[in-house]
């Protein structure tokens, strides 16, 4: 059998960032971090400065839009990311957070709010 070679972290992948549509390196969030999308992406959330962030989720989401926000720095237990949504909410809260380190979330739009997957 072939070796398939070493496994790359999801945060070396080439990835969209949050604020734009542009390829490249992993987004380094500083706060704030404003989703903006019509796809699907993956968010690394990789801080250079240690502080909790927000990750705003887009307002008018097309149903089934989704999301992978992962604290690829390793640092939510003490930095928290909380993920806010501009459209209805998530699993029936205003928010939620991710306080674990390395934690990995998944969400969708299912035309009323975001659901945890």
Known sequence: MR???PQRHPCH????RATGGERGAPYRSRRQ???????GYFIC?????????????P???ATGLTFVIK????VAATYNNTLTPAAGNIDGASTYVQNINHQST???YDGT?????
């Open 33 to 39: 971090v404003t989703v903006s999308a019509t796809t």
């Open 13 to 16: 992948r080439t990835r969209r």
């Open 113 to 117: 709010q975001w659901e945890l997957n």
């Open 3 to 5: 070796d398939a070679g």
């Open 71 to 74: 604290d690829c720095a390793g």
């Open 59 to 61: 307002p008018s989401p």
């Open 106 to 108: 998944t969400v969708s």
């Open 45 to 57: 959330v990789n801080k250079t400065t240690p502080a909790a962030t927000t990750v705003n989720l």
